[in-house]
């Protein structure tokens, strides 16, 4: 609806609308704004008369209760919100404060450019660990807008929009209490997109520039998230306000580098990212990332920066969701511990910022991140419908909470609603189809993490074995996973000799495990999963291990991975031990065991592998150019990258036991 109001006729709306709270009336009679219509010298939209459009009054709205603001503002028509909005420019100022406004620098090396100006606003981005994604997600854009075929000009350009984005996003999320917009956020929608197109059958007719068009889309898809409204929190409008922001900056660009059509789509990516009608015949990139988004909430990588960078505020928030304290004591206590963190200041006062925001409902939608996964993803087929299955888990480590709070109930609850299907009916059967068209657009199934539940083996874990412990489909036949993965023989089989379970796997191309229990016998558990290179047990294998050693192999020949450590938390075991053989052929034992205090509480687990993953990429440097050095001595770039992951793996173990308390050692065998 179009409308035109004298000043004095818009002065008795607004003023009806806001109370006396009085938002400053614009001197100019209010109508509807067209995104595409005229914009002053500065780029910003007029009323087509050489008249401002309103300009968005924080201090005034921010005055309102948050339920009354919001209120409000959904009574203003899309015109005038995105004229309050004004993305194109509030975004494209927001990111030129936060990185400084400053040149890039053009050395003629990307990749050191890139490094330069991270380096150059690292008190903007909170950790090393940020700092390393943003980096590493910069030289993929880079390197993939080459590979797809965007000239070199292009490819620069589009590639320094998309990392002064990043760090931009970064920042603004470290102040606010639902970091859903950071590098972490961004990244793992990246690459979980990219993992759906690369599994659906088929593939994409050109990869490389469907996945240059996922990781351009997800740079800027919560762009809007900067605009005026968006940091009052009157931000439904943001995928909107990012592609408006994209149109205008970025878009020309890609158009040159990737073709207007693949500019085209990207944009509707990027409107439309909070989509939920999913078509893998006729998008499915924008069905690929609209799914990510979707299922973001399952990932720790939407964690608060405030509570995944001031770890102990994990622990503050718990006991503020079971009443053990109250509101102020929480903040207190997460004020206090945001203080004590190695962050910037700039950091430190955004996540202070953000301490101020916590109230009742947080634990509700962020405490679920502890206690929920999304484990992996597989694509099914189904009579003429070929789909996307979800497999998603509750974390044991939560366990307990489950009874006094929610550690995921939310999540499965918000996503089953997201897609418009009985909450309570995905919660109680534990599994759920969407259809679209007569056609299955996508599954989802929830299973207890470490628990044998294949489905491409479709057995219950529960079921008969035959007489060497193999799971067996019921009448009498064993079951066997692959021939690629095979199904670990002789469960439950005692070996007379460690070494039998221990030395002789040095070469093995498949993962298997066994128990050493007190008597030095080794009983082996677990099952092969995937492409071989992991193991899942069954919880009552899981409850055994408590207090015995659990050896197994490595195939890569790395170190202790960071699941390796966690699980040997959660499982309680007196020893973890891992066998294998580097690149170079030597043969090594890596074991791993509790300090004076244990493993931990139960928040260990998961803290653990955070630090494990933080090293790793903190280090990425350090692993570049030990990569380099090996390659310019003469090893095959397969053999460098290999042996410098190896090094990675070491270094990574020693600093997480140094961390933790517990003791590690590397023996050459």
Do not use: C
């Amino acid at each position: 609806m179009t409308f035109k109001l004298d000043a004095l006729e818009a002065n008795r709306n607004w003023s009806a609308m806001f109370g006396r709270r009085a938002l400053k009336l614009p001197p100019f009679p209010l109508r509807k704004f067209d995104p595409d219509q005229a914009r002053d010298e500065a780029g910003r939209w007029t009323d087509g008369g050489g008249g401002l459009a309103p300009k968005f009054d924080k201090e005034s709205w921010g005055k309102m209760g948050m339920s009354e603001a919001r209120k409000e503002w959904s009574k203003l028509s899309t015109a005038q919100q995105d004229a309050m909005a004004s993305a194109p420019t509030t975004i494209r100022d927001r990111i030129a404060e936060t990185t400084g406004r400053a040149a890039w620098s053009n050395t003629g090396d990307m990749r050191a450019d890139i490094s330069a100006r991270v380096a150059s606003v690292r008190d903007n981005i909170a950790t090393h660990e940020a700092a390393a994604k943003i980096e590493s997600e910069a030289v993929r854009m880079y390197d993939g807008l080459r590979a797809a075929g965007a000239d070199e000009e292009s490819a620069r350009e589009i590639t320094r929009m998309a990392a002064d984005a990043l760090i931009a996003q970064d920042y603004e999320a470290a102040g606010r209490s639902l970091s859903d917009h950071g590098i972490f956020h961004i990244q793992q929608n990246t690459e979980f997109a990219i993992d759906v197109l690369r599994k659906m059958p088929g593939g994409m007719v050109d990869q490389a520039k469907a996945e240059s068009m996922i990781r351009i889309a997800s740079a800027f898809h919560d762009s809007g998230y900067l605009t005026p409204p968006s940091q009052a929190f009157l931000d439904s409008g943001h995928p909107r306000w990012s592609a408006q922001y994209y149109r205008e900056n970025v878009k020309d660009a890609v158009a040159k580098a990737l073709g207007q059509d693949a500019a085209d789509q990207i944009q509707r990516i990027i409107g439309g990212h909070d989509r939920i009608d999913l078509d893998w015949e006729k998008s499915p990139l924008a069905s690929a990332y609209s799914l990510a988004d979707n299922t973001a909430l399952f990932h720790a990588e939407k964690m608060p920066m405030f509570i995944r960078d001031a770890p102990n505020n994990a622990g503050v928030l718990i006991a503020y969701a079971r009443g053990k304290i109250d509101l102020e004591q929480a903040r207190v206590s997460m004020h206090s511990n945001i203080d004590a963190q190695n962050l910037s200041s700039s950091i430190k006062a955004q996540m202070h910022h953000a301490v101020t925001e916590v109230g009742p409902m947080l634990p509700k939608y962020t405490l679920g991140m502890l206690g929920t996964k999304l484990n992996s993803v597989t694509w099914e087929k189904s009579g003429t419908s070929s789909y996307p299955a979800l497999h998603l888990t509750r974390l044991p480590s939560n366990e307990a909470l489950s009874k006094v709070l929610d550690v995921g109930q939310t999540q499965f609850a918000k996503l089953a609603e997201t897609y418009k299907y009985d909450a309570k009916k995905f919660i109680a059967d534990k599994a759920m189809t969407l259809t679209s068209g007569g056609r299955v657009v996508m599954s989802a199934d929830i299973s207890e993490v470490l628990k044998l539940l294949m489905s491409m083996l479709k057995f219950d874990p529960d079921q008969p074995r035959d007489d060497n412990g193999q799971w067996t489909d019921g009448g009498g036949a064993t079951i066997r996973s692959s021939e690629k993965a095979p199904s670990n023989q002789g469960f439950g089989r005692k070996l007379h000799s460690i070494a039998e379970a221990q030395h002789t796997r040095f070469t093995d191309r498949f993962e298997s495990a066994y128990n050493i229990g007190p008597d030095g016998y080794a009983n082996e558990i677990g099952q092969g999963i995937g492409d071989g290179l992991s193991v899942q047990f069954t919880e009552n294998e899981i409850e055994a291990l408590r207090g015995n050693v659990l050896t197994h192999n490595h195939p890569d020949g790395y170190a202790l991975s960071a699941l390796d450590l966690s699980f040997a938390a959660y499982a309680g075991v007196k020893e973890i031990r891992a066998v294998g053989t580097d690149a170079t052929g030597q043969k090594w034992l890596f074991r791993a065991w509790p300090g004076d205090n244990g493993w931990g509480n139960s928040l260990v687990p998961d803290q653990i592998r955070n630090e494990y993953k933080s090293y790793i990429f903190e280090n990425q440097q350090l692993y570049w150019k030990q990569k380099d050095e090996l390659i310019s001595q003469g090893a095959a770039p397969e053999q460098a990258a290999h042996m410098a992951y190896h090094s990675a793996s070491m270094g990574a173990n020693e600093h997480v036991a140094k961390e933790f308390g517990y003791n590690f050692e590397a023996v050459k065998l």
